[in-house]
């Protein structure tokens, strides 16, 4: 099918950067009236959570204007995606959220299933319903933990970090990657669950809410976490609705809104479960949000495994899946419910084994681009946890 | 470091002085190979199980390698991560800013040849090792912490074997078994002038 010519071939390395250069310096678009200082923040900083670059203007401590400066992790992944066929873009996929690997394998498989028609038999989808939900898990033990990091409270983050390690062990056992899954496949997953998984994953489930709610007792009711958290970085529900946030940013800010619930896909339907809203759109209640979804997540993960019963063991494949998949020409748009918020993938198939073009949606991206609007007024301090707290995953923002 | 150099020197010329100049590698190397601090320049995904290794399970405290955002405190730089043409001056930037000695730990496949993004991409750096001496490479997409753990050892290994003089090179008995690594090169069959293995 593939044309000798067509494949990629080992193209000669591009020239050298000149990496004697500066970095280029980027001056913030409006300058204020005033004495204001221009502090440069990354882009390697512990603080900016990933290859961020924050051009700060300052009057005295109090944040003028904040500029993100992103780009510093452009790898190219959708015009790589140009080159694959669809198979193979599903490892690059796990390289856009390297937190939350397995939404984007999974908005990807789904816009390649729309396209082509596959229909993906139940049993995969409660799968996929599963890993996600642990993933959702520890995608927001990063954000938690780091939260608590930003105001001092670093022993936040080892307590959250083990409750990660324990789903990524799951992850282990489940694909063999610790990290990069690749597990969600075009038409369903790539392994069925091994021998006493489900039983591994029923006391991780039966364990989750109990650490949860020590960790809101001691972080979230914590004196200081709360004076540095509550009433910082403020956003709007009108704001979260015209700026794009979607994800606990915009719930934080009390806009209830969730694609698990308003745009159902796959087997969510079926589940019974509830959506945390904040109401202040603060710091803290953008951060209590995860937390009570990773609760929350357990529950649907509780019913997925008792629904999974049902159906026989191995039906994990679409029938008739085709080794290249050569979708008809046409366009196919799915989003999924990330961690970070509506992740979506727009797909332009031109009849051919490859896409013709893939366009990822980003929700990291799309909340980072409210940090010049909610940093303003506050510290340079206050800033690192409002930066933690819009959760952006640069791999995501930068694609 | 000029100073030292020119120490070592006299030492080295000066009958006797050989003895005194092994005593004073012995501690530094010592000292250096225990606390090898890490600059973590984590840029992607490696950067995840680079932040893994300091926590529970694996935390590399134990082997005095703890990690620090201010690159003059520290002795590794770690790169973990893709390395964009965008983000590559700023990673040489901060390589100048540490204080010699000083040893560069390829983490991943992204910082050894550009791994997945070799093909077909424009903007990705084709290994970290392009602009800075690289001593160990891992391996892996991401690699496992346990990855990060050998290498640290088989760097204090290579430090081990250093000296403060630039001319002169130490051979020392390993914390690691490791046949048939070019580091320890000839030393089991017969060992230099001026080893105190």
């Known amino acids: 099918m593939i044309e000798p010519q067509d494949t990629p071939t080992d193209q000669a390395a591009p020239v050298a950067p000149d990496l004697d250069c500066a970095p280029d310096v980027v001056m913030p678009e409006v300058i204020h009236e005033g004495d204001t200082t221009i502090v440069n923040i990354g882009p390697s900083h512990p603080s900016t959570h990933g290859v961020c670059r924050v051009i700060v203007e300052l009057d005295g401590e109090i944040v003028k204007h904040a500029e993100p400066v992103i780009g510093h992790l452009h790898r190219g992944i959708e015009k790589m995606a140009e080159n694959r066929t669809y198979l193979q873009v599903v490892p690059l996929t796990d390289r ?104 591994k994953c029923r006391e991780f489930v039966a364990q989750h809410p109990a650490a949860m709610l020590e960790i809101d007792r001691f972080l979230f009711g914590n004196v200081i976490f709360r004076a540095r958290t509550k009433g910082i970085g403020v956003l709007d529900a009108d704001d979260a609705v015209s700026w794009g946030a979607s994800g606990p940013v915009a719930r934080g800010s009390g806009v209830d809104w969730d694609l698990r619930r308003d745009d159902p896909y796959s087997v969510y339907p079926r589940f019974d479960f509830s959506i945390p809203v904040g109401s202040n759109g603060d710091v803290y209640d953008r951060t209590r949000v995860r937390l009570w979804e990773a609760i929350e997540s357990c529950r649907i993960i509780s019913q997925a495994l008792d629904g999974l019963a049902e159906f026989e063991p191995g039906t994990i494949k679409a029938d008739g899946m085709p080794r290249l998949l050569a979708p008809r020409p046409g366009d196919a748009y799915d989003h999924i ?28 991206f799309s909340n980072l681009a409210l940090l010049p609007l909610v940093s303003e007024g506050y510290t340079l301090s206050d800033l690192v946890v409002i930066l933690g707290s819009l959760d952006p995953v640069f791999g995501e923002v930068d694609r | 470091m000029a100073g030292v150099d020119d120490l070592a020197k006299a030492l080295e010329s000066t009958p006797g002085g050989g003895v005194i100049l092994t005593s004073i590698d012995a501690i530094a190397d010592w000292a250096r190979g225990y606390s090898l601090w890490m600059m973590p320049m984590g840029t992607a995904c490696c950067a995840m199980e680079l932040i893994a290794a300091s926590f529970s399970k694996f935390d590399f405290d134990r082997h005095g390698s703890i990690p620090r955002p201010d690159p003059r405190h520290t002795d590794v730089m770690v790169v973990a991560g893709t390395i964009t043409h965008k983000m590559a001056p700023a990673v040489k930037r901060l390589w100048a800013q540490m204080p010699d000695p000083k040893w560069c730990i390829a983490m991943g496949n992204c910082a050894v040849s550009g791994g997945i993004f070799y093909y077909d991409t424009y903007s990705v750096v084709r290994g970290v090792d392009e602009f800075l001496p690289v001593d160990i490479y891992i391996a892996g997409c991401p690699p496992r912490p346990e990855s990060l753990q050998d290498a640290i050892l088989r760097l204090r290994e290579k430090v081990r074997a250093e000296s403060i003089s630039p001319s002169r090179v130490r051979a020392v008995e390993g914390v690691l078994p490791l046949p048939g690594d070019p580091l320890r090169g000839e030393t089991d069959d017969a060992a230099p002038e001026g080893s105190d293995a």
Request: aromatic fraction near 12%.
């Open chain 1, 96 to 199: 856009l959220d390297y937190v939350g690997s397995m939404y984007a394998n999974w908005a990807y498989c789904r816009a390649v299933e729309r396209l082509a028609g596959i229909r993906v038999p139940e049993r995969a989808e409660y799968i996929r319903v599963i890993v996600c939900e642990l993933q959702r898990i520890a995608s927001h033990m990063m954000a938690i933990g780091p939260a608590g990091a930003d105001t001092g409270a670093t022993s936040a983050f080892m307590y959250t970090f083990w409750q990660r390690e324990l789903v990524v062990d799951l992850f282990e056992s489940l694909c063999g990657a610790r990290l990069t899954y690749n597990y969600v496949r075009p038409g369903g997953v790539s392994f069925d669950l091994p021998d006493g998984w489900i039983e």
């Open chain 1, 337 to 364: 419910e990330s961690a970070r918020g509506s992740l979506g993938v727009y797909l332009v198939s031109d009849g051919s084994v490859r896409p013709y073009r893939m366009k990822v949606r980003s929700p990291a």
